[in-house]
């Protein structure tokens, strides 16, 4: 016998026998004080024993509903943790939390965003694929994924983490045996050192036009390729050796630039702004920590951009 439907009144009837009234019961559920009577009613019609027993004082439990109680107790309990545990789950993310990001937002932006993450929810267990490659949530069992580029069609949902430049750079080295790295005519002179997006080529604009919209490449030097790279790793170690000139975001040379390692030049021309978006699987509302760390990754993106451009 299906008896799942009594567990409302089972519950109710609880409520009514450790308050003995029907009227505080009601108050305390939120309900009609009608509406608890009818649920008992229905109760002791479908067990066909009487359960409580009204008088002129008020109510007492028969032996029936006294034993009965003892069980709706238990049941109320196992309602009130098993809920609670949800709410837990929900303030407490815990378990694997999988990801994808480019090598571009690996160190200046991830890693500190990623450690605050886990410092605010410690049972989280970070799972980091670091990949230029695009890599399918679903496919791949991720969370959210970092994705640089204008958005395709797709089911999953897209937060924005913000915009950043390439910039021209070269190792302090290489510009003092190189000194012509000003004027866009210098171009074809020097070693272009790729990365896996710019494998077909890349755009040049000047930096004095509004929005970026200025495109010089029908008219420009063509930049000549001299080496390609799968990574952005393996690219700055390469630009850092001397090998040639690279065009990155402006934020993954923070450090670089700071310590003087590398350098900026042609200062007045850039190549493609990049948007950055966050992406995630998730339908309706988004689990905490997803929300958190979309908070952390545009904090430290747009740190890195400001730290980048001074």
């Known amino acids: 016998m299906n008896n799942t439907k009594l567990l409302p009144g089972l519950i109710i009837f609880g409520q009514v026998a450790r308050q003995q009234s029907f009227t505080l019961a009601a108050k305390h559920l939120s309900m009609s004080k009608s509406a608890v009577s009818q649920q008992v009613s ?9 359960l409580l027993s009204r008088h002129t004082r008020g109510m007492s439990l028969t032996p029936a509903g006294a034993k009965l109680l ?6 109320s309990d196992q309602v009130e943790l098993a809920l609670g545990e949800l709410s837990e789950t929900r303030e ?3 378990g694997s939390f999988s990801l994808t990001i480019p090598h571009a937002c690996e160190k200046s932006i991830l890693l500190p965003a990623l450690s605050q993450l886990c410092v605010e929810y410690p049972k989280l267990e970070p799972n980091i694929i670091v990949t230029d490659q695009v890599q399918d949530l679903i496919a791949n069992n991720l969370d959210v994924a970092i994705y640089a580029g204008a958005l395709k069609d797709s089911n999953y949902r897209a937060l924005p983490v913000g915009n950043s430049t390439e910039v021209f750079c070269a190792s302090a080295s290489y510009v003092q045996k190189q000194p012509n790295v000003s004027l866009l005519a210098d171009l074809p002179e020097h070693k272009f050192i790729s990365t896996s997006w710019q494998l077909s080529g890349a755009s040049v604009y000047h930096e004095d036009s509004p929005f970026h919209k200025a495109l010089l490449n029908n008219s420009a030097p063509k930049l000549q390729t ?3 790279a799968n ?4 690219t700055l170690a390469m630009i850092s050796a001397g090998m040639g000139i690279g065009l990155l975001p402006e934020f993954t040379l923070q450090s670089a630039f700071a310590s003087g390692e590398l350098v900026r030049i042609f200062p007045r021309y850039s190549g493609r ?3 950055f978006y966050m992406l995630h699987r998730f339908l309706g509302e988004k689990p905490i920590h997803i929300t958190r760390f979309h908070q952390l990754i545009k904090h430290y993106f747009a740190r890195a951009n400001v730290l980048g451009g001074m």
């Not at 229905?42 to 009487?50: A, P, S, V």
């Not at 990574?231 to 393996?234: E, G, R």
């Open 70 to 75: 003892n069980r709706c107790e238990l049941l």
């Open 273 to 275: 702004q990049w948007p």
């Open 226 to 228: 001299y080496a390609k």
């Open 231 to 234: 990574t952005l790793p393996c």
């Open 42 to 50: 229905r109760l002791e019609k479908h067990l066909g024993q009487q």
């Open 92 to 94: 407490t993310p815990s």
